[in-house]
């Protein structure tokens, strides 16, 4: 009975050490392990005021505030700030804010977070644009846009758009940003 209970005894610390170190026994030396990561709040619609197409990465209120106005107004510095606009406060000591902008398009209800990918060194955001097609009727037009509330890093943020051409097609992920930490703009 004694030699049972030692064996297993043995036997549950060997499988809790296993489990404590699999995390780092599952990757090669040198090798980054993805981790997931989702966003804190997500939001998309089809009519931005905002004109420019374009990718941002959002870390100060200053930022923050004239993207927000010129989606909003289309503008950063208008005359007045209706009462009835929303407003968006955001944290940005534990936050960031990554932003898509369509500019002037046509069938795209926004934008979706497929996926947050963090490794060592980058933060990849993969992107869906929430497309729709219409029959033999006028094509309407959009300024489709997506703002997502991230958790804050330092990391390289990599943005990637799926620019399959088909909806049955498996996502094709095309880089179509990169910045460093801080805030950053790349306009179409």
């Not at 980054?32 to 709040?41: N, Q, S, T, W």
């Not at 898509?100 to 947050?116: A, M, N, P, T």
């Amino acid at each position: 009975m004694e030699k049972a209970m030692r064996n297993l005894l043995l036997f549950l610390v060997v499988v809790a050490v296993s489990c404590l170190l699999s995390p780092w026994l599952s990757t090669t030396q040198g090798e980054e392990k993805e981790k997931a990561v989702k966003p804190l709040l997500a939001l998309d619609g089809r009519e931005s005021k905002n004109s420019k197409a374009g990718y941002h990465r959002i870390e100060s209120s200053e930022a923050w505030k004239a993207l927000w106005l010129r989606h909003n107004l289309g503008t950063e510095k208008p005359d007045k700030i209706p009462v009835t606009m929303p407003q968006a406060e955001v944290d940005f000591s534990r936050c960031m804010i990554v932003a898509v902008f369509q500019g002037k398009g046509e069938l795209c209800d926004g934008y979706k977070v497929h996926s947050v990918l963090e490794t060592n060194d980058n933060i990849t955001v993969r992107i869906q644009a929430r497309s729709f097609a219409v029959g033999d009727t006028t094509v309407p037009k959009t300024a489709a846009w997506g703002i997502f509330v991230l958790p804050r890093s330092t990391k390289r943020l990599l943005v990637e758009l799926d620019t399959k051409s088909d909806k049955v097609d498996p996502p094709k992920w095309t880089k179509v940003a990169e910045f460093k930490a801080g805030n950053g703009s790349l306009e179409k």
